[in-house]
């Protein structure tokens, strides 16, 4: 099973370079699943590789001139303190289980791989679906008020995704481009920059509290390989228009989601 986890790691390279997210999404079935690493881990160790992917794909996107540093920046800020905080504090103190429904105890490792298929299917949603026609409501808005709306969401996907463990380019790029309204090959480039720094500091908080359990070679392995695939997937993305890259992303985060959803929903069953 672990040959096919180091396959499989390519492709989770190669969604990051086609699309600017993803990697997490195959990240943690792979440690999990193929790998089998406990989903708590499994989380930390997402952040570290899809971190590393991240920052090295999004250097190549820089030279491209895909990246909007200056939203970028006002998304990440709040969005790195979310992370932190929530895999320095928040997840090491948690019960476990967290809590029962009737005779069935909800452990954290289950609770962790439901909220993150939840979210996943909520994210594929918003892509897929079709814009209605009738104007972009967000162009009303004061730099101001745009410049909250983007620190709002920042700090709520970095909490979200810190709980998870997960880069979040399945919650970033349709937060740049729903809401913000970011062209989708401008989006990819920032998602990546934004993923490598929140995921490598949201890393340090695990340093902290589960340094001593981590398999640095498994890691470096599985992080060098997916950078393989990275570069295959920026080659790639050269040739996908813009609005085959949204709608595919979106129905690969959908199945990636319900996969993870019925597994999880079996579990309890």
Known sequence: ????????????????????????????????????????????????????TALVGGFGYLKKGEVDLKTGFIFAVPSFVGVYFTRAFVVPHLPDPVFSVGSTAISKALL????????????????????????????????AAKFGLISLEGLVVGTVTGFVGAGGGFLIIPALVVLVGMPMKIAVGTSLFIIAAKSLIGFTGDLQSRGDMIDWTLMLTVAGIAIVGLFLGMSLSKKVSEATLKKGFGYFVLVMGAFILFDQINHLI
């Open 1 to 52: 099973m672990e040959l096919l986890g180091y396959f499989a790691s390519i492709f989770m390279g190669l969604s990051l370079g086609m699309i600017g997210g993803g990697g997490s999404i195959l990240t943690v079935p792979i440690l999990v699943y193929l790998f089998k690493i406990d989903p708590i881990l499994a989380t930390a160790y997402s952040l570290f590789i899809v971190g590393l």
């Open 112 to 143: 962790v791989m439901l909220v993150f298929a939840v979210l996943m299917v909520a994210a594929s949603i918003s892509m897929i679906r079709k814009k209605k026609s009738g104007g972009e409501p967000r162009k009303e808005l004061s730099p």
